[in-house]
């Protein structure tokens, strides 16, 4: 009874996106500290090797090309993608594992990946943080210290085409996070999941 009354009132999936640089993984990180628990990855699948330390189930769903063909052709992803020779993808499963849990899934995707899973109707809410301005971006890498100069020009024209194609869609996301004060967007972001925040420890503390 418990577990049916918890997946009828499943918490809404969040799409979290953005320019590399523009303050996803500082917020989230911050949400992630206030609300220990409230907030899980769903596990995507790919056919790429694993990595040393990297396991099964808890990383990705490692799956070999047959699989992964066998499941695209059986619906079973909310969308899927090939990149440098490997595919990656979220399958449903994946999503409703996390729901099952009664915590907000979480799906980390990249541009293209969130015009994919706009395609698959997956009812989730879709949240855009980006730096205010490219330039302000730019220095926040730099000061981040973990790009090359060539992997900074390669994520800044990366950044500003994706900002290019949220403006040509702007109802893409349902709410896009301007993250000039850390402070506020932080704020921000735990104003749009308050609701669901307030879900997950109401239906912790039964
Ligand atoms: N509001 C802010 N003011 C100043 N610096 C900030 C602000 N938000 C984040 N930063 C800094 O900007 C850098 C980039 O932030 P962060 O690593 O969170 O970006 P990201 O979007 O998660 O990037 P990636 O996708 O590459 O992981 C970090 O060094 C972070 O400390």
């Not at 577990?3 to 996803?24: D, E, H, Q, R, Y």
């Not at 849990?101 to 990946?113: A, F, K, S, Y």
């Not at 969130?114 to 730099?142: M, W």
Request: with cysteine; glycine share 6%; aromatic share 8%.
């Amino acid at each position: 009874m418990r577990i049916v009354s918890k997946l009828m009132s499943a918490i809404k999936p969040i799409v979290l996106s953005g320019p590399s640089g523009g303050g996803k993984s500082t917020i989230f990180e911050r949400a992630k500290k206030e609300y220990p628990d409230a907030f899980a990855f769903s596990v995507s699948h790919t056919t790429r090797k694993p990595r040393p330390g990297e396991e099964n189930g808890v990383h990705y769903w490692f799956v070999d090309q047959d699989q992964m063909e066998q499941m695209i052709a059986r619906g079973e992803f909310f969308e899927h993608a090939r990149f440098g020779g490997n595919f990656y993808g979220t399958s449903k499963k994946a999503v409703e594992d996390v729901q099952k849990t009664g915590r907000i899934c979480v799906l980390d995707l990249e541009l293209q990946g969130v015009f994919n899973i706009k395609q698959s109707h997956l009812d989730a809410r879709f949240i855009l943080v980006r730096a205010p301005t490219l330039e302000i971006l730019e220095e926040r890498l730099r000061k981040r210290g973990t790009e090359t100069e060539e992997s900074l020009s390669k994520r800044i024209q990366h950044a500003r085409e994706d900002l290019e194609a949220v403006r040509a869609d702007p109802l893409l996301f349902d709410h896009v996070i301007i993250n000039d004060d850390l402070e506020k967007a932080y704020q921000e972001f735990i104003n749009i999941l308050s609701e669901d925040l307030a879900h997950f420890k109401k239906q912790n503390s039964i």
